[in-house]
């Protein structure tokens, strides 16, 4: 019945949009009739909102789909998969509530069996609320749950004990596990790859354990080894361990080694040690003359002098395939004389550089099946906050509530209208203008885009509009470390220059949000400001690009717009007066009164100087009506002039035209809070410096992080940006 209604409803309001657009079409329509249209419009819409708050009022009374919550809930006795079987896992704790239904919309999307170690009460919650499967660890939690525990060394590398004591038991009871951190997103499923039934990789089929790889180099990453011996790191944060005995050995070795992990070390990097024949420890933990004394165990145990990362040999067991990428056959001293290892290929399971940065699955038109988001900024002890706004702006984050999708507010969306030069040309040279040309290029372009942001910025507040940003380019990438032309060494021959990048390469997403305690203080973690023109301490409110995006599924917003401009000047005609002046656009394009008034939110004052200053004119071919202003309006006059146009959701605006427009602002604490809030949102200090160097660089970097003004090889970005003064009297 509740569908039947809504049915209606829409064909109703499909009716009314139909009558409307054949008054547009034919504007000589009598007053009354407008009126009435307007006035079935209004029911139609009205009528639509109850039918939607009832819809959502019924589901939220529907009964679980299972008779007992506790059907979700598991332990290690009454695990929801049979010996044989395999379970796509993950763990979590309260402090990533979002971020882990986030991974389950995914998982589940796909259909495929999910578990997660819950970590606290929090998830357990979550577990019979979302209703997914869970292994119940909560005994295990601790006071720091509830935070992003990344933040926290010595929190991160206890929850990765805590991660493998839960992993442990699924494996004893003979269930294969894909294991991958939360922050990793699944968009198609690792079956067929771990059973090896793709082309190229039949031999994961025998692998004992299967990892991710920070390799950046796509061209060492299809050369059949998979970077397995490259330099570069294994990944942790994506693995499938098959539940036989090497694959539960080398998960209990690795237990160990992080449990009694010091300093920084991490599940990443004790795995690495593990795989590369270190002893426990061996990065902080050992001393010179212990690291020697195990290296000369580990030769004996394994009966094999160790190669370049660990005890290894390419495996060609009776089951190889030829032509099939490598999987190597693994000493791990102390742990199991034989371990099959692979390496996923970079192409089908993307780090955050390749897959954000570097973006190959573009020009390959291959998406991968699974993105973990690393190398990334932007992250917060309080919340993920550069994480999501990556997945958000490639259409991959699943879990955003209703209103940060199209609630009630308006929005601004800014387009970037400056036209985009190529890279400067790299000459090779060893000269200081030479090695920061292109270091140089990049600052100076994110100096301007941060200026023109601002300027649109300060235009939303003015008008209590959500920003929409635009498109964001970069002609370097944003690194901890030196670069090479300005792209990562290992990245360089497949980076794009100029790219579109990343919104934490240009600004902290995090500051967006506002400061640290205002941050606290709203009802969950994560969200933005109430409005645009609060308190600056509340930060702006803000959606990425892709958010236009999804707007076909919420046509009151998406289609609801009009572009706002710049009314150019008038140009006087010759001196004798033969040829008349040339027109404005409202002289362009006649003004239909009745097409004013049915565009309008409430009638115009024609006594108020602000709103007669408007132009307001139809553009063939264009979306929506167009609405120009004098530049150098004050924010109370942008406000007057527009709030007869309150109803239109989207008000686009170029960067250009949002820097000409809000010329001041009346009142000196609205300028005063402005530039606070620029401050805050624009503190953003990075050194851009090049691989190459000269000999001076190593006494530099021996002084530890370079800072502004001691730092001979830096390009140094960025200032804070200019907004508008208060109006003179």
Known sequence: MLRQRVLILAVAAAGALTLLSHRLLFPTAPSDAIANLHARLAEAEARARVAEAAAEALRARLPSASPRAAAFIHSTASLPAAAGGLMMMTYATGGVHEMLSNWVLHVQRLGLPELVAAMDADVLRQCTEQRFHCLDWSHTSTTGDKAYVRG????????????????????????????????????????????????????????????????????????????????????????????????????????VRLFVGQNDEQDQTTFNDLLDGNGRGHRWGMTREQRAEFAHFAEEWCGARKTLRGFNREWAGAGHTAGSRRIFDVCLPNATKSALVGIFP????????????????????????????TYQFGDMPDYPFGKRQRFRDWGMWLADAAEELAGETNYLVLEDDAPLEPRKPWTGGMSAEELHVRGRQHVDHLERTRQRLAYGFALGRAINRTVVLPTLWCYCDKFWHRLDRCA????????????????????DPALLHGTTAARARRPRGGMLAPRADGPWEEGIPFRGRYWLRQLGAHPRVGMSTATLSVAPPLVPGPANGSAPAVATPRHLFPINPQLLAMTATSPAQTDDVAISRLVHSFVPGADGPHLQLPPASSDAQLRRSLQQYAHVRLLRVSLSDARQLLGCYEKQSAARDMAELARHVFAHEWCYRPYQMTAEWTAVERRGKPRRGTEPWCVWGFSSPEVPPTCKS
């Open 488 to 507: 990562i060494p290992s990245a360089a021959s497949s980076q794009p220059l100029p790219f579109v990048c990343p919104l934490d390469h240009v600004l």
């Open 152 to 255: 926290s060394f010595g929190g991160f590398r206890a929850l990765g004990v805590r991660k493998l004591d839960a992993l442990l038991p699924v494996l004893r009871a003979g269930v294969h596990v894909v294991l991958s951190d939360v922050d990793c997103v699944w968009s198609s499923t690792p079956l067929p790859m771990f059973h090896g039934k793709v082309a190229g990789f039949e031999d994961f089929a025998h692998a004992d354990v299967l990892l991710a790889t920070d390799c950046m180099d796509p061209d060492k990453d299809m050369g059949g080894h998979g970077c397995f011996h490259d330099t570069v790191d294994k990944n942790t944060g994506v693995l499938a361990v098959r539940a036989t005995e090497a694959g539960i050995r080398t998960m209990e070795e690795w237990r």
């Open 346 to 373: 970079i192409s089908e399971v993307a780090g955050g550089h390749t897959f954000f940065i570097q973006q190959l699955h573009s020009p390959t038109a291959k998406w991968p099946m699974a993105v973990h988001a």
